[in-house]
T-cell receptor, first 116, second 112 residues
Framework: AQSVTQLGSHVSVSEGALVLLRCNYS??????LFWYVQYPNQGLQLLLKYTSAATLVKGINGFEAEFKKSETSFHLTKPSAHMSDAAEYFC??????????????FGKGTKLSVIP | DTGVSQDPRHKITKRGQNVTFRCDPISEHNRLYWYRQTLGQGPEFLTY????????KSRLLSDRFSAERPKGSFSTLEIQRTEQGDSAMYLC??????????FGPGTRLTVT
């Protein structure tokens, strides 16, 4: 069984400040981990993924995440927030469910607000 | 390069009516997924196809729900006898084997 916990349903940062969105996962198989971003009334856009290669993963729009197996964490960071980063962010985990589906299990999401 | 498309984008229906949604995946992707997202929650897995075969279904997929992917290309999701609890965003995603999933814009269903 797999699960994801995102700490903080709402995070506010000032423009130019560090963004840190937290994600902890639980997985009985070696996980693949993802961060997606969702703008209002839109689908999900992939920011970055971890698939057992480098533990520090760089994504689009200046985001990166570090896989820490000992902490079962995959936190998302960006050094300097931009107004356009305001959106909802979802952490997700997948692994072979046995039927080969690699279905994604998502956290509840963290809504990021950027204050000018 | 076209991404995943879904139609319609919005659907308002009365309780008890049947509705059908369509998803067109990225053309070379052999895997197609349906998810449901309710307000304030992350998407939840409903079902998965590899080519035309439906290989996995969630317990969320009651017998009022049926999904098809007849020729391994587009997929349809039908909900019969809709209930107010079916109101949600229905998301489709596609992928190649075990790689990342690419999502469509979703169909927002409102049952009145």
């Amino acid at each position: 069984a797999q699960s994801v916990t995102q700490l903080g349903s709402h995070v506010s940062v000032s423009e130019g400040a560090l963004v840190l969105l937290r994600c902890n996962y639980s997985s009985s198989v070696p996980p693949y981990l993802f961060w997606y971003v969702q703008y209002p009334n839109q689908g999900l856009q992939l920011l970055l993924k971890y698939t057992s290669a480098a533990t520090l993963v760089k994504g689009i729009n200046g985001f990166e995440a570090e896989f820490k197996k000992s902490e079962t964490s995959f936190h998302l960071t960006k050094p300097s927030a931009h107004m356009s980063d305001a959106a909802e962010y979802f952490c997700a985990v997948s692994g072979n469910s046995g039927a080969g589906s690699y279905q994604l299990t998502f956290g509840k999401g963290t809504k990021l607000s950027v204050i000018p | 390069d076209t991404g995943v498309s879904q139609d319609p984008r919005h659907k308002i229906t009365k309780r008890g009516q049947n509705v059908t949604f369509r998803c067109d995946p990225i053309s070379e992707h052999n895997r197609l997924y349906w998810y449901r997202q309710t307000l304030g929650q992350g998407p939840e897995f409903l079902t998965y196809f590899q080519n035309e075969a439906q290989l996995e279904k969630s317990r969320l997929l009651s017998d009022r729900f049926s999904a098809e992917r007849p020729k391994g290309s587009f997929s349809t999701l039908e909900i019969q006898r809709t209930e107010q609890g079916d109101s949600a965003m229905y998301l489709c995603a596609s992928s190649l084997v075990s790689t990342e999933q690419y999502f469509g814009p979703g169909t927002r269903l409102t049952v009145t």
